[in-house]
């Protein structure tokens, strides 16, 4: 199935905005593989976002293309899917931010710090299930250890159910749950849940999950469908470590970064070009 067709006439405006909310001071790496993913996905115009003044962050080296900016200046951007949580940090501050785009008509996609602080934080959770009923797109990706945070339970009673698990955070914060593992789940909060086929122990890295949030909001920001959004970047996610373990014989040694001109590749295989 093809992801994302693009006319001849298409520009930069034409495929989205990606905004990552992350990259405090010490943190860099985790918002910069999401905006390089979210890039290498196809949207048109990707941003940092710094949570603080980390004057030491102004550009991303390897792809100056991401555009690192404040809060402030972050007012007067497009930003169509904003990406919150990739090196984030919990202080009080960066709850009063979560707050605020929370509240805004983007699309959403919340990791990492953000959920943590969600789970702690009973005022996020509340504005993040009030999003669906004003018609805003909200999807959640914890690891197991996030997801036992906010059910307020262990890791291992998360993976002894794990359906039931991504239902549960699915319903509790009505948005769509991607609880990603071994066979990530993909749940709504009408009970349905999609179980995905592919990825492997490369995918066990640091990393990872910063690209996988990357590419879910870039096929957002692209027009794709939430929940198609998050069952399509998680089929990519694993095919690319596929494809990789396949290419190296085994399932050790992979940086995160590796997977982005993989998974770049694979979109560009499953889109074919439409004629000029």
């Not at 999807?139 to 197991?144: E, L, N, R, S």
């Not at 949030?213 to 027009?223: C, D, H, V």
């Not at 014989?249 to 940086?255: E, F, M, Q, R």
Request: aromatic letters at 2%.
């Amino acid at each position: 199935m093809a992801l994302i067709q693009r006319d001849p006439d298409s520009h930069k405006g034409s495929h989205g905005a990606v905004g990552v909310l992350g990259g405090a001071l010490g943190t860099v790496g985790a918002a910069m593989l999401c905006a390089r993913s979210a890039l290498m996905s196809g949207a048109g115009k990707v941003f940092i976002i710094r949570p603080d003044h980390n004057e030491h962050f102004i550009v991303d080296p390897l792809y100056p293309e991401i555009m690192v900016i404040d809060l402030v200046q972050s007012e007067s951007k497009p930003i169509n899917v904003w990406v919150v949580g990739p090196g984030l940090g919990t202080d009080a501050k960066t709850l009063s931010v979560l707050s605020k785009v929370y509240s805004m008509s983007a699309g959403l996609v919340i990791d990492a710090d953000a959920l943590n602080l969600m789970a702690e934080e009973p005022a996020l959770a509340r504005a993040c299930q009030r999003r669906a009923s004003n018609q805003r797109s909200t999807i959640v990706t914890p690891h197991p250890g996030e997801a036992a945070h906010l059910l307020g339970t262990t890791s291992e009673a998360i993976q002894a159910d794990r359906s039931h698990a991504a239902r549960e955070i699915a319903r509790k914060l009505n948005a769509i749950c991607v609880l990603k593992g071994r066979h990530t789940r993909i749940a709504n909060p009408a009970g349905d849940v999609v179980t995905n086929s592919t990825g492997n122990p490369l995918l066990a890295t640091a990393g990872t999950g910063d690209v996988l949030a990357g590419l879910i909001g870039a096929l957002m920001a692209q027009g794709l469908d939430p929940q198609q959004s998050a069952i399509d970047a998680v089929r990519l996610h694993g095919l690319a470590a596929d494809t990789l373990r396949d290419a190296w014989g085994g399932t050790i040694g992979l940086a995160a970064g590796e997977l982005i001109p993989v998974i770049r590749s694979l979109i560009n295989r499953e889109t074919p070009g439409l004629e000029s």
